[in-house]
């Protein structure tokens, strides 16, 4: 299994752009998590979706913020309009049962 | 509300010595407990959890941790690091009812020097 992908690794913007940010879950995992790491708050949950559908999205800092799992080998993340505070690497995880989780490798984004 | 503390922010050891990272939590009951490591630039990848049963558990790359519920505690431990265990740490806890929401420490990076 080649584990969860992630597109791109490294996206770079300009503020007020949209970002839309891609994730490959495993296959047969039924859920799927979008985390956002940076320096100052760590690693923080946006969303989770389990069989397709979003369960808790409490977690995404606002409204320009959306997250769709439309079949479940396929999820987006999308920014619109992007800003300079949401730089962060985002991290993609899937998994089934118990198992805590297996993230992808992230996406870098840099918005200037 | 749940939380876990990672009191160390950095550690150095040398090569062949023996590791210790601590891990508290704060949870009326006991949770799930995980460790993670995230080398640069990477994902992170389980180490190893903790559910119920025996308290000292096994994980990969030569880790265990051991969960004390006097102390509220899940420490990670190896006997002697190599220079490739250099990365960084993290504790993660999620109740144990079926919530899907992990609670990350704030990590502790590890150095390792020659």
């Known amino acids: 299994d080649a584990g969860v992908i992630q597109s791109p690794r490294h996206e770079v913007t300009e503020m007020g752009q949209e970002v839309t940010l891609r994730c490959k879950p495993i296959?047969?995992?039924?859920?799927l998590f979008w985390y956002r790491q940076t320096m100052m708050r760590g690693l923080e949950l946006l969303i989770y979706?389990?069989?397709?559908?979003?369960?808790?999205d409490s977690g995404m800092p606002e409204d320009r913020f959306s997250a769709k799992m439309p079949n479940a080998s396929f999820s987006t993340l999308k920014i619109q309009p992007s800003e300079p505070r949401d730089s962060a690497v985002y991290f993609c995880?899937?998994?089934?049962?118990?198992?805590?989780?297996?993230f992808g490798p992230g996406t870098r984004l840099t918005v200037l | 509300a749940q939380s876990v503390t990672q009191p160390d922010i950095h550690i150095t050891v040398s090569e062949g010595a023996s590791l210790e990272l601590r891990c508290n939590y704060s949870?009326?009951?006991?949770?799930?407990l995980f460790w993670y490591v995230q080398s640069p630039g990477q994902g992170l990848q389980l180490l190893l959890k903790?559910?119920?049963?025996?308290?000292l558990v096994q994980g990969i790359k030569g880790f265990e941790a051991e969960f004390k519920r006097s102390q509220s505690s899940f420490n990670l431990r190896k006997p002697s690091v190599h220079w490739s265990d250099a990365a960084e740490y993290f504790c993660?806890?999620?109740?144990?009812?079926?919530?899907?929401?992990?609670?990350f420490g704030t990590g502790t990076r590890l150095t390792i020097i020659p």
């Open positions: 995880a899937s998994r089934t049962g118990l198992a805590g989780g297996f």
């Open positions: 949870y009326g009951a006991t949770p799930y």
């Open positions: 993660a806890v999620t109740p144990n009812f079926g919530n899907e929401k992990l609670t």
């Open positions: 903790y559910f119920s049963g025996d308290t």
């Open positions: 296959s047969g995992h039924d859920y």
């Open positions: 979706f389990n069989n397709n559908v979003p369960i808790d």
